[in-house]
């Protein structure tokens, strides 16, 4: 049994330092391990952190944020929180050079769905995947689908295993 197959939800609160990230990285990889989508996840949850980081309070003096990992039999979700009111500040501007504005377009490419909710004591951006398990011996073949939430975007099917990006 893998450890999607079982369900996972474990949450680590981390300090709001750039230098941090990279122990996100290993906190995602370590819960996700060889899932279908461990590779992206782990990339999505680097840019969800940096974003806390950069643009919430979580990247003051003495800031936090919150990664939660949950995952069930064909899915697996990353949700980072912070203590931001939930107001984006984009920057503005149409060029394809800017160094900035394509965290979020990363991970609406990997991820098939993203959203951004508005909390009590803050806000939490998330990213879901999903993919197809292998049907058990014997039994027909059933399509597993990862959880229906408001996506904030949101890919065609999810019966593929990390699909490449689209447009949707
Ligand atoms: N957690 C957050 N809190 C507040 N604003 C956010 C948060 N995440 C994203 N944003 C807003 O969304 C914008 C787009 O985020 P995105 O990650 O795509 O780009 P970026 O962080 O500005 O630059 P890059 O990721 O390319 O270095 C940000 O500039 C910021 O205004
Ligand atoms: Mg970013």
Known sequence: MSLGDAGVETAVTFPGLPAIVPSVRRFVRGILADLPCADDMELIAAELASNAIRHSPAGQDGG???????????WARIEVSDTGTGEWNPPQG????????????????????FGH??????QTVWAEAGWTEPPPPGTAGVTKEIRPTEPM????SQTSDCPASEPS
């Open 64 to 74: 936090e944020f919150t990664v939660t990992v949950r995952t069930g039999p064909g």
């Open 94 to 113: 149409d060029d394809p050079d800017a160094e900035y504005g394509r965290g979020l377009a990363i991970v609406a490419a990997l991820a098939d769905k």
């Open 153 to 156: 975007r949101k890919r065609g």
């Open 117 to 122: 909710d508005i909390t009590a004591s803050g």
